[in-house]
């Protein structure tokens, strides 16, 4: 079954600190997507990253960067030099069909 | 503005009547979905709907129900079987194309039964 696992809760560091937040997931599919979203406290999920499965180029945006390896099917993300406003909640997902697979998310705690 | 939208923004409910949540999208997206996350908790799917005039059941779907008679809008309903709606409810619209598959996300409705 597919199956995507956050294993980390909660993560609290201090500002400027990098911080990366692991996920782990299972597939028998060998075409699918990976997703990371943010959860800021306003509730709504924004979309941040999608990783095709045949492409497995590390990605960097501004501070954020994104390590997909399938050969240990995972699908981590690091913030390089957090700030306050990095702090939310934030899930990754898996594809599976028409739905996606969410991991039960990670709350990320940037302390001034 | 392309976007999805949610009203109300909070609802409450008295137990034992039925309210309805309404998500609207001008994304010309064809597949649009309803989650719903507890405090603390992830998303889980209510319903989902691919196309106009159809739809299926999602991991939790006892106690709710919708339809899709327009593309543009998805509106749940929570009725009164469902025993415990106190939950914040996510809306979401799926584009799918060549080489890429995602869904969007509207603000949110908070329901709390009184």
């Known amino acids: 079954a597919q199956k995507v696992t956050q294993a980390q809760t909660e993560i609290s560091v201090v500002e400027k600190e990098d911080v990366t937040l692991d996920c782990v997931y299972e597939t028998r599919d060998t075409t699918y997507y990976l997703f990371w979203y943010k959860q800021p406290p306003s509730g709504e999920l924004v979309f941040l990253i999608r990783r095709n499965s045949f492409d497995e180029q590390n990605e960097i945006s501004g501070r954020y960067s994104w390590n997909f390896q399938k050969s240990t099917s995972s699908f981590n993300f690091t913030i390089t030099a957090s700030q306050v406003v990095d702090s939310a909640v934030y899930f990754c997902a898996l594809s599976e069909a028409y739905q996606l697979i969410w991991g039960a998310g990670t709350k990320l705690i940037i302390k001034p | 503005d392309g976007g999805i939208t949610q009203s109300p923004k909070y609802l409450f409910r008295k137990e034992g009547q039925n309210v309805t949540l309404s998500c609207e999208q001008n994304?010309?997206?064809?597949?649009m979905y309803w989650y719903r996350q507890d405090p603390g908790q992830g998303l889980r799917l209510i319903y989902y709907?691919?196309?106009?005039?159809?739809?299926q059941k999602g991991d939790i779907a006892e106690g709710y129900s919708v339809s899709r008679e327009k593309k543009e809008s998805f509106p749940l309903t929570v009725t009164s079987a469902q025993k415990n709606p106190t939950a914040f409810y996510l809306c979401?619209?799926?584009?799918?194309?060549?080489?890429?598959?995602?869904?969007?996300f509207g603000p949110g409705t908070r329901l709390t039964v009184l």
């Open positions: 979401a619209s799926r584009y799918s194309g060549l080489s890429t598959d995602t869904q969007y």
């Open positions: 994304l010309n997206h064809d597949a």
């Open positions: 709907s691919q196309i106009v005039n159809d739809f």
